[in-house]
């Protein structure tokens, strides 16, 4: 594990393996804001952790550059908790097992907290270095952005100062991202009293898993099975031919996660196990053969259980599974005027039914709030149909892409210098808290970049090492080369 210490850039690496050793799951973050505001004192640097949760750092200028404008460097603390179901680990108590694998530093069995925890780690670098040239500098960590950018949302005007952000939350080394797609959260609800059990029938416990899962918005467009889309063909042919009955369902468990499992409880006469057992053989198959480019291997299985105490009536179980049938999910639109890159989507990331309470959880984004809206309400209209109550919330703007920024012209010239290439210039589909911040505090020169990191959101997250020294030379030799105030 400890071997991640010997990586290049030591001072980068070290952080890293630092974070990993400290519990930060989405929704439970005391002890790594504890760990940034020990880390601030043992370095020197003015810290304070805002009413939001975020951690604001603060370091003055290197003498003779007292009159460049000062810089924001901007990620967050939190880590999506995904594991495999193999794997015994407690988010909030156990660190993250890493390992070198070739190029690429990994975890066992899951995720690794590269989002955003090279962010992080790279800021702690930077605070702690005293050698580095820059203006005044400030750190930005937020809370919480993996579950609703709570600590976006939450910064108060006026707690920052400088006029530049960097934010290190992207996934590609090489590229520069100008621009975000917004976001909206629909959960769709529906109460209802179980009915009873036929007490001859069986119960059928069913558990897909294998997928790669990933990203809802960097690896949307990549063609992953969702969990959820997929066990619902099998159920609604399993109740249409074979008298199966709904009690249980569960599949995904992060609204920005593609879901990579999902498992359902059925009950049917005993005369139909057997023909339904094969009907298991055959979707495993089916599912393999349309996905064996993309996902490899798909498992689908079936076991007997015990028999539910319920299940869901009839009409509102059929309303139920053609509701999660219908609902869009993917990719929507692409951008017109950028053809490769994804405008509108969204993502059944999270199916719950059980004890008489129905729950539907969807992430929509796009770069268009026009589509934005038009997707969200056609969502509300598919689970509407089915009886659910729908809510929109957790709703933010896009990040507007501005080719004219000083900042952006800057890190170009200075990427073309230092690696002899010139950087790809993007808009990303994921969300990043960029259109928050700016909207919090107006006329912010904003540029988002950071190493490769690969299916972030799921075990197979991985960080590729040799991109890691790029990115922090590269942001060491843009804060030495920041603008000068005009």
């Known amino acids: 594990m400890s071997t991640i210490l010997s990586l290049a850039p030591q001072n980068v690496w070290k952080h890293f393996y630092g974070l990993t050793r400290v519990p930060r799951p989405s929704g439970f973050l005391a002890p790594v804001q504890q760990f940034l505001l020990d880390f601030a004192k043992s370095a020197g640097v003015e810290a304070v952790k805002d009413e939001a949760g975020n951690i604001i750092m603060r370091k003055p200028a290197t003498p003779g550059m007292e009159d460049c404008k000062g810089v924001i460097l901007q990620a967050h603390m939190d880590m999506v908790p995904q594991k495999n179901n193999d794997t015994v680990h407690d988010f909030e108590k156990d660190p993250i097992e890493t390992y070198i694998d070739g190029e690429w530093v990994k975890a066992r069995g899951t995720t690794l907290g590269s989002d955003n925890g ?24 937020t ?17 920052l100062k400088g006029e530049i952000l960097l934010n290190l939350d992207s996934e590609d080394e090489g590229e520069l991202y100008i621009g975000c797609a917004g ?35 960097l690896e949307i467009n990549q063609g992953r099975a969702n969990a959820n889309k997929l066990l619902v063909r099998f159920v609604r042919e399993a109740i249409a031919e074979y008298e199966a009955r709904l009690a249980s369902w569960k599949g995904g468990n992060m609204r920005n996660a593609i879901p990579r499992e999902a498992d359902a409880v059925l009950t049917l006469p005993a005369e139909n196990v057997d023909e339904l057992l094969e009907l298991v053989k055959e979707y495993e198959a089916l599912f393999n053969e349309e ?143 960029c259109g928050i911040i700016g909207a919090i505090i107006p006329g912010l020169d904003m540029i988002s970049f950071g190493p490769t990191l690969r299916s972030p959101h799921s075990p197979d997250e991985r960080v590729l090492i040799p991109t890691v020294k790029k990115f922090y030379d590269f942001l060491v030799a843009t804060l030495a080369n920041t603008p000068k105030k005009v």
């Open 118 to 141: 090279m962010g992080v780690a790279a800021i702690m670098a930077v605070m702690e270095d005293k050698t580095l040239k820059h203006g005044p500098l400030e750190a930005l960590i």
């Open 143 to 159: 809370a919480d952005e993996e579950t609703g950018m709570f600590g976006a949302f939450g910064l108060k005007p006026g707690s």
């Open 183 to 217: 976001g909206v959260d629909v959960t769709a609800t529906l109460q209802y009293k179980e009915a009873e059990v036929d007490p001859e029938d069986v119960a059928i416990k069913l558990t897909l898993k294998g997928l790669r899962g990933g990203h809802s918005g």
């Open 291 to 433: 996905y064996h480019a993309i996902e490899t291997p798909i498992t689908f299985k079936a076991e007997r259980t015990e028999l539910p105490k319920g299940v869901v009536p009839e009409e509102i179980q059929d309303n139920l599974v053609d509701a999660i049938y219908a609902c869009q999910n993917g990719v929507c639109r692409m951008i017109p005027t950028i053809p490769d890159t994804v405008e509108t989507s969204s993502n059944l990331s999270i199916v719950t039914i059980d004890g008489g309470q129905a729950q539907f959880c969807l992430l929509v984004r796009s770069s268009s709030e026009s589509m934005k809206e038009y997707l969200a309400t056609s969502l509300e209209s598919c689970f509407s149909m089915a009886g659910m109550k729908v809510e929109m919330s957790g709703s933010y703007s896009g990040w507007n892409p501005d080719v004219e920024s000083p900042i952006l012209k800057a890190m170009v010239k200075s990427y073309e210098e230092q690696f002899g290439a010139e950087p790809a210039v993007k808009v990303v589909h994921a969300g990043l808290e």
